[in-house]
C-alpha cells in the first residue's frame, strides 16, 4: 500500500534493527485519513470472505481495525488487557508471551462477542513473533469461531511471524512487508 | 444524540445505581457506524473552534475520538498508561485517581505531539468524576496548547465531573447524560 510505505519512510524512525516507531501515525498520534485508506484496503481484501466480526487488541490495533470494521459494516471487537481475572467464566481468555518484553500477559473477551457462527477477520497493527496472533486464534478456537483470515498494517518479515501462521494455513495480508531495518533503513520486501 | 440514546436503552446494562455497562458498542464491542455518527455529531458540535488535534486516553476513548478526528481532518493523539516511566524527559506525564478502583496511574503523552500551537478537542467514553478529563487538560497545560473543549459520549450527570470542568470555564458537550440508574433504568437528563 504506497500511501502507507510513503509514510513509514517519511515519518517512521528506525530506533534499532529491530524497531520501527511510528508513533507519529500509528500507535500514539494517528494519523485518521490514513486509517480510513488502511481500513477499505482491508475490506478490499477480505471483501469476499463473508466476515461478521473484526478482532484486534488494544490499544494500537483499535485505529485501523475500526476503520476495516466500518468499511465491512461488522461490529469491531477488541481483546483486552491487564485485568485481574479472578473469575473467568464469561471470558475467553488466553496467555500472550512477549519477546521483546521478556514477560507473560493475558488478553481476553466476553463470551458475548465471539460464537461458532463468527467469520472472524483479525487486525492488529504490527506482525512481528506472530503471538498476539496466535492468542488471537486461540480465543476464536475457544469460541467455535472460524478465522478468515490476518490483515497487517506494519509486517516485520525478517522475524518469525508471518511463516508461524501460513505453517498453520492462515491467509496474512500484510499492507506494508518490512525486509530490513539495518543500517538506520526501512527496506521493504 | 438519539441514536446513541437509543442503543443505551437498547444494549445498556445497568450493573448497579453507579455502573452501566456499554460492552456491546462502545468499549469492548464497538458498532462502528454509531461511532462514525458519534464523531460527526462532535465535528458539527466544534466546528468552528479550529480544532488543531483531538486528544483521548487509551483505550475506549479511541474509537469515538478517532472518528471526531477523521471528520475534523485533524490528527488524533491518544494518551498511553501504565509504562514504568524511568525517563520523562520527553513525555508529559500526569497522575490520574481513579475514585472506583481506588488507586492512581499515570498517563503520558509525547511531547512531540502537543504544542502551544494546538487547540485540542478531548474526547473521552464517559464522564463520571472528571479526573481523566482532568488529566488530559494538566497535559495540554504542560504543552502550553489551549483546551477548546470536552467532548463526551455518556455523562453520567449524578457524579461530580461535570459541575467540576464547568467550573474551570471548560466548554463540556455530552451526547447522552444520564440523570439516574436507580432501579436498574437509565433516566436520560
Known sequence: MDA???MIHTQGHVVNEHVLKVDSFLN?????ALMQQIGAEFARLFKDEHITKVLTVESSGIAPA??????????LVFARKNKSLTVHNDLFVTKIVS????EQSEIYV???????????LVIDDFLANGQVALGLLDIITQAGASLAGIGIVIE??????????????????SLAQIQS?????VTFL
Not at 28 to 32: I, S, T
Not at 66 to 75: D, F, K, Y
Not at 181 to 185: K, M, P, R, S
Open 28 to 32: 500514539h498520534q494517528v494519523d485518521p
Open 99 to 102: 519477546y521483546t518484553k521478556g
Open 181 to 185: 531495518l539495518q543500517n538506520g533503513t
Open 156 to 173: 516485520k518479515s525478517f522475524q518469525p511471524g508471518r511463516q508461524l501462521l501460513i505453517d498453520k494455513g492462515i491467509r496474512v495480508e
Open 4 to 6: 502507507l510505505k510513503q
Open 110 to 120: 466476553s463470551k458475548k462477542f465471539l460464537s461458532p457462527d463468527d467469520n472472524v
Open 66 to 75: 475500526m476503520m476495516a470494521a466500518l468499511c465491512l459494516s461488522v461490529p
